[in-house]
């Protein structure tokens, strides 16, 4: 059965400092793995990542996938209040069409 | 540009009672989705529908049936409502890329 595991499930931190949140996976015919973010509502998207070892970059944002190993990160630097959130990551395989797999997500605070 | 819309935002139901959560996008992706989001679970496919008049299970189907008659509309039906249905139900579309475009989300309580 594919799978997606986050680590850590949940995160307090100061404003300021840097966070890596992880994600493993197991999957057969893996086409990608995505990061979203979401506060209130629905979750929005933050990345998408096919390749190993290419960094994503997106402002303090950045994901890097390594695909030997089965696993990503996202990395926050300089957190900020408006970081809180819960970030879900996901991968897609098989066929593609039947959506994605999502993990239980990290619920990360950041405290002032 | 509406994106995806859910509606209800919120709903509460009795046991037994049903109800449809609609679902409607304007943006004619092909792949629809109806997921549920239980606190610390992630989310969870319910089913989902790669064209107008085709629908599939995912992982959590039971209790559940959808219809895709158009291209934009996906709704999701609850029969014989359990409070094991309380959650918050996440519709999503996409187009050929699989970065999924998610509605806002529809509360569910059954008491």
């Known amino acids: 059965e594919d799978k997606v595991v986050q680590s850590p499930l949940s995160l307090v931190v100061h404003e300021g400092d840097t966070v890596t949140l992880n994600c493993s996976y197991e999957?057969?015919?893996?086409?990608?793995l995505l990061w979203y973010k979401q506060e209130k509502k629905a979750p929005t998207f933050l990345f998408m990542l096919t390749s190993s070892g290419i960094e994503k970059k997106s402002g303090r944002l950045s994901s890097i996938l390594d695909k030997k190993e089965l696993f990503s990160i996202l990395n926050i630097t300089a957190t900020q209040t408006g970081d809180s959130a819960i970030y879900l990551c996901?991968?897609?395989w098989g066929g593609g069409a039947d959506g994605l797999t999502f993990g239980k997500g990290t619920h990360l605070i950041i405290q002032p | 540009n509406a994106g995806v819309t859910q509606t209800p935002k919120f709903r509460i139901l009795k046991i037994g009672q049903s109800m449809t959560l609609q679902c409607t996008q304007d943006?004619?992706?092909?792949?629809m989705y109806w997921y549920r989001q239980d606190p610390g679970m992630g989310l969870k496919l319910i089913y989902y529908s790669v064209g107008a008049g085709i629908t599939d299970k995912g992982e959590v189907p039971n209790g559940y049936n959808v219809s895709r008659s158009t291209t934009e509309d996906f709704p999701l039906r609850l029969e014989l409502a359990a409070p094991s249905q309380t959650s918050v139900y996440f519709c999503a579309s996409r187009s050929g890329a699989n970065v999924l475009t998610f509605g806002a989300g529809s509360r569910l309580t059954v008491l």
């Open positions: 943006m004619n992706h092909n792949y």
């Open positions: 996901a991968g897609e």
């Open positions: 999957v057969t015919n893996f086409r990608s």
